[in-house]
């Protein structure tokens, strides 16, 4: 230290004629008293042996200007200090943290001793921090460090009264969600999710409610009506796995089997009206433009179409469900539609390998035709002599088998036709628009297959018709 250690004291080395005087070292009882007086003297005592050893205590603080060694003399210990109110006060207190602090921060150094010999109780050295840390922070250098402590402070309680409030709101998100349950009063309300989740309207999907309620019976406690219906809607709509609609509905997978396996019939009971043969007159009366010109007696167009299943262990169920044409084991559905695209027939399901013909012949189609009825079909359907039969007439495009090539009139036939043909397409993508249509069925479901088929031909008669009147 290159001055006295002494609080407030400003005598340095080259200050005048002082003595400087080592701390007393407490080797001995006699020393550790005289010790622990002078740190409390000087106040000190909170330092430890590095800092002690190189500290001093210029003669200033003596009242005869010496140290004694003498106990009973008023200079035993030193005694004479300046000490100001203002060194109590707080911002003397901070003064001293901030100059501790800097001291801490640095090494200690040892300095050359002073020039005039001293005893060894006398000897000097340096401190081991500079002499200017012992000056207290200039007041307006404390000003803005108090300014700066209390904007910080301020920043502090309000961002955390912003956790705080943040948090709250992230417990009782948590709450509401776990207390939140996926169902239909949660579904409603935005028209674009039900039409997603179920292809229907909240109007058609409130008549179909009322429709069905006396034929259905609830399954789940846990569940409403509607929450049921809609479990089937998107079943139906999505093809979801029941794994899927027990997770969204917090329900079991049984439930949801059990669930379908009860309303999908009793849907199909209910629905199968919607999916009605139309009389003459009306189909003349709803008849397209694109119709009346070339196919005015057209009473219906058909084509057939597959849906996978999961393959059979059964190997007679296997090989009859196999499809040549899809390669894969297939149910086949034939589908007849009137020329507004309204679904006018569904046959029961056949295995994929059945014919075009066979399934014609054998669903009962030809019944339902009268005489000059006109039937729009495929190459593949060979049934002009069984519509003939009925007094109706079989309208495909013409073959090439046999001949060169077509003649302009028949290609112009086969191009009329084609235009008008190409609904049924439109229609079966419109009503595999339920995509269960569209997944591979698991063998334990087939057996519903029918109802599930008559209902997504129902609902999707309850649809928007894709052909442009």
């Keep these: 230290m290159s001055g006295c250690c002494v609080y407030g004291c400003q005598n340095r080395y080259s200050t005048g004629r002082l003595k400087f005087y080592r701390i007393p070292t407490g080797s001995r009882p006699f020393q550790s008293n005289r010790r622990r007086l002078w740190l409390q003297a000087i106040k000190r005592v909170d330092w430890n042996e590095d800092i002690i050893k190189n500290a001093r205590v210029c003669s200033a603080h003596f009242v005869s200007g010496e140290a004694s060694l003498d106990s009973s003399s008023p200079d035993f210990v030193p005694s004479v200090f300046v000490y100001t109110k203002q060194s109590q006060n707080p911002e003397a207190k901070m003064d001293r943290y901030h100059r501790k602090r800097r001291r801490d921060d640095r090494p200690n150094t040892a300095v050359n001793q002073p020039a005039h010999s001293e005893t060894p109780e006398q000897e000097c ?39 705080d409030t943040l948090r709250a709101e992230n417990v009782k998100l948590k709450e509401e969600l776990q207390k939140s349950t996926f169902s ?21 999907f409130e008549w179909l409610l009322t429709k069905i309620t006396c034929s259905v019976q609830r399954i789940s406690q846990k569940l409403t009506v509607e929450d049921h219906l809609l479990v089937i809607l998107m ?47 009306a189909i003349l009366k709803n008849m397209p433009k694109i119709f009346k010109r070339n196919f005015k007696r057209c009473r219906c167009i058909i084509d057939c179409t597959e849906i996978f299943i999961a393959r ?19 149910i086949k559905y034939l589908i007849g539609i009137t020329p507004a695209g309204a679904i006018s027939f569904l046959s029961p399901g056949w295995g994929g390998r059945v014919s075009d013909k066979q399934i014609t012949k054998e669903s009962g189609f030809f019944k339902l035709l009268e005489p000059k009825d006109e039937v729009l079909a495929d190459r593949g359907f060979l049934i002009r002599d069984e519509l003939a039969a009925y007094g109706a007439t079989l309208r495909i495009p013409h073959f090439t088998k046999g001949k ?28 595999k628009n339920f995509k269960i249509l569209q997944t591979v069925i698991p063998v334990s479901q087939v057996n519903i297959l029918d109802d599930v088929v008559t209902v997504c031909g129902a609902l999707t008669n309850l649809c928007k018709s894709v052909v442009p009147k």
């Design 184 to 204: 239909y009063t949660t579904v409603k309300c935005n028209i674009g999710q039900l039409i997603f989740l179920t292809g229907l309207t909240s109007v058609i």
């Design 404 to 431: 060169k090539q077509l003649s302009a009139q028949e290609v112009d036939t086969s191009r009329q036709l084609s235009r008008v043909r190409i609904h049924v397409e439109r229609v079966i993508g419109q009503w």
């Design 125 to 163: 050295s340096m401190d081991h921090c500079p002499a200017e840390e012992d000056i207290p922070v200039p007041r307006r250098e404390y000003d803005d460090l108090n300014l700066r402590h209390s904007q910080l402070q301020e920043e502090y309680v309000n961002l955390r009264q912003e956790f």
């Design 235 to 281: 079943k139906l709509r999505l093809g979801l796995s029941n794994t899927d609609l027990a997770y969204r509905f917090k329900v079991s997978k049984t439930t949801v089997s059990n669930i379908l396996r009860s309303w999908v019939p009793a849907m199909a009971m209910v629905l199968k009206p919607l999916i009605k043969w139309p009389s003459k007159g």
């Design 312 to 330: 059979p262990s059964n190997l007679t169920a296997r090989a009859q469900t196999w499809s040549n044409y899809k390669h894969n084991n297939t």
